[in-house]
């Protein structure tokens, strides 16, 4: 099972990056945080790279309910998004897989919830 789900699309990057936030909102999770590759490899390498961004998204409720049963999964929190560009020109969207990404912390109830999130995640993925 690989680790991520990824869609590539016809929308702009700027474009997929909005469509992403609109359907991660429809679902509870807001972006916690973003980075934007590009603009920190410019700024601290002076190296030019592809439009490159990481969403981290949060779904309040879940990662709420997850804390509270494994206090150290904040370490594998939020889940990651990223948009880039390929040489392509084209547009990928690409998510973590909470479920394969918490195996680590062996637990049934933290299984339990990854499984939620993954599904939600994953029919995101797939209306972009």
């Not at 020109?89 to 912390?105: L, Q, R």
Request: with cysteine; aromatic share 8%; proline share 3%.
């Amino acid at each position: 099972m690989k680790y991520y789900f990824t869609k590539n699309t016809a929308l702009s990057f700027e474009e997929a990056i909005e469509k992403t936030t609109e359907l991660l909102k429809e679902h509870g999770f807001g972006i916690i945080t973003e980075i934007d590759v590009t603009a920190t490899f410019k700024n601290k390498l002076n190296a030019d790279f592809r439009k490159y961004r990481i969403l981290g998204a949060c779904n309040p409720a879940f990662a709420h309910e997850v804390l509270s049963k494994e206090p150290m999964i904040g370490l594998l929190l939020p889940c990651n998004v990223v948009v880039q560009q390929l040489e392509d020109g084209s547009t990928e969207v690409s998510a973590i897989n909470p479920k394969v990404n918490m195996e680590i912390a062996k637990s049934e109830s933290v299984s339990d919830i990854a499984c939620k999130v993954t599904e939600i995640l994953e029919k995101v993925i797939q209306k972009i």
